[in-house]
């Protein structure tokens, strides 16, 4: 019996007679020494089929993969090693399952030898709760690590920063690819490059900026992708976030000029007595140059708001430069001349009629409005008391650029004047104005009915308690004509000083 059985595995064990498919395709030089020869190659490595399988399938797993291998070898090779693990999975599977089960069966065993013995003893309070590991547990940390090691090896190979695992979707991503569990086919380049890519460019982030006089500091992201159209909706976040800072430190709450942020900015304020909603000044700056029609003859992108302004400088600089290169050889000889859309552009080029007068009535128009914009669109200075007056040093710059001329400059001051009464005519613009020292004091001051209206607007929603309105009505008394401290030298220096360094 014992020699039958020699003789059977010494045969197995015989160079040329292994049963396994990998054999098929390598040489077995010494099975003592457990050294293969490729086939394809003719590499010779040490290690058994195991390896040579790996180096065949191209796994780069403690082997070179083979340059010569066939497709459909390399395929079978690979679908051989995915067997092998899989059903090692499901034994280690069923073995831990094994052992859980006899473990919790000499627990319950145990307890219930404790059992009588425990009613006697006093328990140990905040002691550590110490078990011993199971066999599932060590063998699902293996599983672990060979999964975090093929994470790993992605990252390195592709250089994705380590630091991309701090990123809060990169749990996210786990967990969902947990919950689709087995079978999961990841995405393609074209999925990665087109189809996500145009889904994630359509979502609607809302970032949330707390300001005070230390600083501006970012509060929070809200993907508002599903909400962002609807007012009710948008009203219940900004108040949640106003809830979160609490009312008492809330003075002004800032959005952009969309009818659905408009709308849920008088809700907020009709709920929360105490503090104001605004547009944001920048937007509606931008907003006043839409009387170009939104027409930009290029949008190189250089500035947020300013792009078309700098566009037609740029052009109006280089008239004459245009002017050559049109009239060039290499222009008429090129086969864009002969297009419809070059002939027209040569058209545009050599308008001096209408598109070269247009662009520097254009740039007249626009320059002091790029000013403001660059006054309230800045994050380093508070703009708020210097934006009433403002608009109206640039609506007589503007009439001074076209020579006091009505008609071109009207168009442009209905637009002013209409944005400006439906956005940004506001209590706070207005107190920003009046308290502000540098205007208070100087000879042009204007201080008619709407300013003064807006002042006390803004002292009745800040200031609930009468008493304190009438102390804050006689300091403002003694403000405006300069009495007391206010009117000490150091005081009027000081506050001529500060205003114009947050003007510059």
């Given at each position: ?9 010494s ?6 007679a292994?049963?396994d ?5 390598g040489?077995e ?19 058994g ?43 280690k ?32 309070s ?66 990665m ?24 500091v ?16 948008l ?7 106003v809830?979160?800072?609490?009312e ?15 709308a ?5 304020m ?50 004459g430069?245009l ?14 001349a ?75 001051f ?13 209590p ?12 208070q ?8 009915a ?33 009495n007391g ?10 506050g ?9």
């Amino acid at each position: 019996m014992s020699s039958s059985a020699s003789k059977k595995q010494s045969t197995k064990n015989a160079p040329g007679a292994r049963l396994d498919p990998g054999w098929d395709h390598g040489i077995e030089i010494d099975s003592n020494k457990k050294q293969f020869q490729c086939k394809y190659c003719g590499i010779t490595r040490a290690g058994g089929v195991y390896r040579l399988k790996h180096h065949l399938a191209c796994t780069h797993t403690n082997v070179e993969p083979c340059p010569s291998v066939p497709e459909d070898v390399r395929t079978q090779m690979f679908d051989l090693l995915s067997a092998s693990s899989e059903e090692s999975r499901k034994k280690k599977q069923r073995v831990s399952t094994m052992y859980d089960l006899k473990e919790e069966e000499g627990e319950v065993k145990q307890q219930a030898k404790k059992c009588s013995m425990d009613n006697f003893v006093v328990r140990k309070s905040g002691g550590l709760n110490v078990r011993q590991t199971t066999i599932n547990e060590k063998w699902k940390k293996q599983d672990r690590d060979e999964v975090c090691q093929i994470m790993a090896r992605w990252f390195y190979t592709s250089a994705v920063p380590f630091n991309a695992v701090n990123s809060p979707l990169f749990p996210l991503m786990i967990r969902k690819l947990g919950e689709y569990g087995k079978g999961f086919k990841p995405p393609s380049y074209h999925e990665m490059r087109v189809t996500f890519l145009k889904k994630e460019r359509k979502r609607t982030m809302n970032n949330f900026l707390v300001n005070s006089p230390a600083g501006t500091v970012f509060l929070s992201s809200v993907d508002t992708t599903d909400i962002s159209k609807t007012a009710q909706k948008l009203f219940e976040l900004l108040d949640g976030i106003v809830e979160k800072i609490g009312e008492d430190n809330v003075v002004q709450v800032i959005t952009d000029n969309a009818s659905n942020y408009k709308a849920a900015g008088k809700i907020l304020m009709e709920k929360r007595k105490r503090l104001f909603w605004t547009p944001c000044a920048a937007h509606f700056i931008n907003w006043m140059k839409q009387f170009t029609n939104g027409k930009e003859l290029i949008r190189p992108g250089v500035t947020r708001f300013a792009t078309s302004y700098l566009t037609m400088r740029r052009l109006s600089e280089l008239k004459g430069n245009l002017f050559n290169f049109f009239c060039s050889d290499k222009k008429k000889t090129s086969m864009y001349a002969r297009r419809n859309k070059g002939k027209k552009i040569e058209s545009i080029i050599f308008d001096n009629q209408q598109f070269w007068p247009n662009v520097e009535l254009c740039l007249k128009i626009a320059s002091p409005l790029i000013k403001v914009l660059r006054m309230v669109d800045s994050d380093e200075k508070p703009a708020m008391g210097f934006l009433y007056k403002a608009i109206d040093q640039a609506k007589e710059e503007i009439k001074q650029n076209v020579n006091n001329i009505r008609k071109r400059f009207e168009s442009a001051f209905a637009i002013i004047d209409k944005r400006w009464e439906d956005q940004l005519s506001h209590p706070l613009h207005a107190t920003g104005y009046y308290l502000n020292p540098q205007f208070q004091y100087s000879p042009d001051f204007q201080s008619d009915a709407n300013i003064k209206r807006g002042l006390y607007d803004c002292i009745a929603k800040m200031v609930p308690e009468s008493g304190e309105r009438v102390k804050i009505d006689l300091q403002l008394d003694d403000f405006r004509h300069a009495n007391g401290l206010f009117g000490h030298e150091n005081a009027l220096i000081g506050g001529n000083l500060m205003a114009m360094s947050v003007q510059s």
